[in-house]
């Protein structure tokens, strides 16, 4: 019964794609983040449905386009003269540098081939999301998928006393609690963006609810990088805010309701924070990082490609995505994998402090702030999770290349405010005969 529900829904999205292609994006980001074919008992379960929606996308856009290529090509030439777009391609062609020389080629080609999906998809949604509205349905899809995993998984923990770690989507490379930590700290700052700028009163409780289960599933992952992530993710959200005294009074709220419901073991769990020497598996993390620091010094200019860990210490992960790149890429990928990671944060920083002294955009501005606490709180919870080539953060990293060239109106500066997407036909008007090109 579960996979003919999942069938009919997602037929009815691919007829929604091809009618609008850039629905494809919204609907690549729906398959990737909640996975919803782990939940199938049947035919679908591993059904290569992301590879299928992604080439119904590319169909549709190469016969549902309605302007000339020369023009439309034309209108997405900024993306070059952006440093991120410019870094991640470089970032990529160096993988599969890295890949040629990796001590285990037959493993190092298969996750290059995994990662090119994902730099593939973020090119699609740079070429197809062009204004706020489409940008704003892509975080709300994102948002979305990642906070109903989180409804369900707080709703477990709170039933059964949050005494067992809560999981993600079964089969999804969110699936572990430590991953499902993180991912459910990209998706807050976004469901707060939401809950802080919708009008409908339904729709506010709807966004506060899943952000309360977020919290509480992040906590009942009894994950440590989570805890830390969501400190440093509320803290961005309440300096960079107009209500700090509100967020700084959620955050103090928060941290009474975790001593108060969460059991004993949990707090002890989270203590080690301090004292990682004196518990076992945080002093094990240590052991990798120091093993994959110095395995990266041996060989600084190529690292040792992808998937390394295992035949360099006997064990599948380094533990940490900036020990991971640099193990795996050497210096030069650390330093183009740093410069996306950091330079986004910098320039979100940057835009959503321009943004507030000039008074401009204020949705702007909210927006900017969500993705810059998406991004620390990615940034914080990566160091201790081999993540470093999630889709969800380059992602996200794409979204801010294309919010930078937004204006206050919503739409691309230098765009035609007449050829921006409506959301009543869901298609760009045609040039008229009588204007000038």
């Known amino acids: ?10 037929l009815t999205l691919a007829g929604l794609v091809w009618r609008i292609p850039w629905l494809g994006v919204l609907a690549l ?10 939940y199938a008992e049947g035919f679908l379960q591993g059904a290569p449905l992301f590879a299928a929606f992604f080439a119904l996308t590319l169909l549709a856009l190469a016969f549902r386009q309605q302007e000339p290529w020369g023009r439309w090509f034309a209108g997405r030439l900024w993306l070059l003269r952006d440093w991120r777009v410019l870094v991640l391609i470089g970032f990529w062609l160096f993988t599969a540098l890295t890949s040629s020389m990796a001590l285990a080629p037959a493993a190092a080609w298969p996750k290059w081939i995994e990662f090119t999906k994902v730099v593939a998809a973020v090119g699609l949604m740079l070429l197809l999301i062009d204004d706020r509205r489409k940008l704003e349905a892509l975080l709300l899809v994102i948002a979305l998928a990642i906070g109903l995993v989180a409804v369900k998984g707080g709703y477990w923990a709170l039933i059964h006393g949050a005494q067992e770690r809560v999981y993600g989507s079964p089969s999804g490379h969110f699936y572990d609690n430590n991953a ?10 976004l469901l707060f963006y939401f809950w802080t700028t919708v009008n409908h009163r339904a729709a506010r409780w709807l966004f506060g609810l899943m952000m309360v289960f977020s919290v509480i599933a992040v906590l009942s992952s009894w ?7 969501l400190a440093a993710t509320t803290l961005v959200l309440s300096l960079t805010g107009r209500r700090r005294a509100v967020a700084v009074s959620l955050l ?9 419901l969460m059991p004993g073991a949990w707090m002890e769990r989270m203590e080690t924070i301090t004292t990682p020497t004196q518990e076992g598996s945080a002093q094990s993390r240590l052991v990798y990082w120091e093993t994959g620091l110095r395995l990266g010094a041996a060989r600084p200019m190529m ?20 020990v991971q790149v640099f193990a795996e890429h050497g210096v030069p990928g650390t330093l183009l994998w740093l410069s996306l990671l950091l330079g986004s944060i910098g320039l979100l920083a940057r835009d959503v402090l321009r943004r507030r002294s000039e008074r401009i955009d204020r949705e702007g501005t909210a927006l900017a702030r969500a993705l810059l606490a998406s991004l620390v709180g990615y940034s914080v919870g990566g160091a201790f999770l081999s993540i470093a080539y999630w889709d969800i953060l380059f992602q996200l990293i794409a979204v801010s290349v294309v919010l930078t060239r937004i204006g206050p109106g919503g739409q691309l500066d230098g765009a035609d405010p007449k050829r921006q997407f409506s959301l009543q036909t869901g298609r760009i008007p045609m040039r008229q005969a009588s204007e000038t090109p």
Do not use: C
């Not at 980001?29 to 782990?38: K, R, S, T, V």
């Not at 499902?180 to 700052?189: E, H, I, R, S």
């Open 303 to 322: 690292g040792w490609g992808f998937k390394s860990a295992y035949p360099l210490t006997e064990r599948a992960e380094w533990h940490s995505s900036y």
């Open 252 to 260: 103090a709220g928060l941290a009474l309701a975790v001593v108060a």
């Open 29 to 38: 980001a729906f398959l990737g983040y909640m996975h919803p074919q782990g």
């Open 223 to 229: 994950s440590r990088g989570g805890l830390l992530g």
């Open 1 to 10: 019964m579960r996979d003919l529900a999942l069938l009919i829904m997602l």
């Open 180 to 189: 499902f930590a993180v991912a459910n700290l990209m998706a807050l700052p």
